[in-house]
């Protein structure tokens, strides 16, 4: 029978993202113990999330050729994930599926010739049928070319539709001219070939690949081209959960200047959900309600920029010039010394 929304909650808002990667499915590895997503829906008057990415998904040679993380998708301990997931979709969340990340081999299986791209993408196109995902998370965390990823977008695409939603989650410096790169294609290569196609991109800025705790590295994504609407700051949601967690109070204070600068700017995404602070094991769903406050437009929520002291307002122009000076001496580099 299909899941109602609950009837006290609004759908989602439709300003800002705020994304949430579901990996921890289950306390402790228990096949019992679930970690349910239905406060998200269900512990607020209004959503605040946005879109959940079940995670991760591994392209196999066994078990049909797919796991979600340890384990087939069709696994009993996954019963209420996908339960738990129908119930956001129909109280309005975007719910996607995210393939890779740093346990390498998806990727370099759907790099190879065309008939070992279908012998590996179609255990992926019955999963996101079998569990109605809208959309897949791209985690490219080893090389893959440009050619590769471009046929799985395209063929993406061509299977589910323009609604399909695509994003990638390159660590953050992939998304500046020159800087560190996982993936092995170049985003901005792939952007320029596909920028339709590509709905956002989770920049990971933590583990040392960007800094979360300034505005600085996310503008010096803007300045190399990227729109502030396609890029969304990923950030670790607890110290447990990786390097480079910034407190919530400093984060809140660097998010609302990124949005009364960019009024688009593209919204926040968490790694993981289960321990997510403040609320942590207990409450991990107050994360997303935390992040949605603070990263509304200030244009939306009071109708002009929010005020600022005037100590902060040097800084923010002194980083302005800063920025225009670094973005002219690359046009220079690039048009007379490349």
Known sequence: MPFLAPAACAAPAEDHRVVLYYQTTNYNNSATAHVSLLPLINSAPEISVTHVLVAAIHLMDDDGGIHLNDYPPDDERFDQVWSDTAQ???????????????????????DGDDASFEKYYGPLHDMIGTYNLQGLDLDVEESMSLDGVIRLIDRLKKDFGDSFIISLAPVASALTEGGGNLSGFDYHDLEAQRASSIAFYNGQFYYGWGDASSASDYESILDDGFAADKVVMGLVTNPANGGGFVDLDKEKTVLAELTSENPTFGGVAGWEYFNSLPGGDSAPWEWAQTMADNVRSAQATSGEKREISSTEAVWRGIRKAGRRVRREAKKVYRNYIA
């Open 88 to 110: 956001l979709q129909a109280a309005g969340v975007t719910v996607m599926g995210m393939v890779g990340g740093a346990a390498a081999g998806s990727f370099q299986r759907l």
